[in-house]
């Protein structure tokens, strides 16, 4: 099990920057690939960025160059940093770790089996 609580959230004016953190414990060390999710009212559930085991990361096209996720050695804690932020980018911003099979064999991508935060809200104003 894996528990996740988010913070850093707040309101920015558009061009600035926010960083948001993520507080992870529980079987941290064990856990799979992490990443940041957002969900704008209307609409889905969208994955922002993730890095993998391996620190490789990935990066949606809607915030390449804008965002950077990043994650501390021992997986305490998840950050995502967001710079020239747009009034698009507005959105509760979710925290998720992957899941691992029941056998701990391999290690599900990010996506239904998740472990998930509670959200935090980002607001960018124009």
């Known amino acids: 099990q894996v528990q996740l609580v988010e913070s850093g959230g707040g309101s920015v004016q558009a061009g600035g920057s926010l960083k948001l953190s993520c507080a992870a414990s529980?079987?941290?060390?064990?856990?799979?690939?992490m990443g940041w999710y957002r969900q704008a009212p209307g609409k889905e559930r969208e994955l922002v960025s993730s890095i993998n085991i391996h620190g490789t990361t990935v990066y949606a096209d809607s915030v390449k160059g804008r965002f950077t996720i990043s994650q501390d050695g021992a997986k305490k804690t998840l950050y995502l940093q967001m710079g020239s932020l747009k009034t698009e980018d507005t959105a509760v911003y979710f925290c998720a770790a992957a899941a691992r099979s029941l056998s701990g064999g391999y290690c599900y991508a990010l996506g239904p089996r998740n472990y998930w935060g509670q959200g935090t809200q980002v607001t960018v104003s124009s």
């Open positions: 529980g079987d941290i060390f064990n856990s799979c690939g």
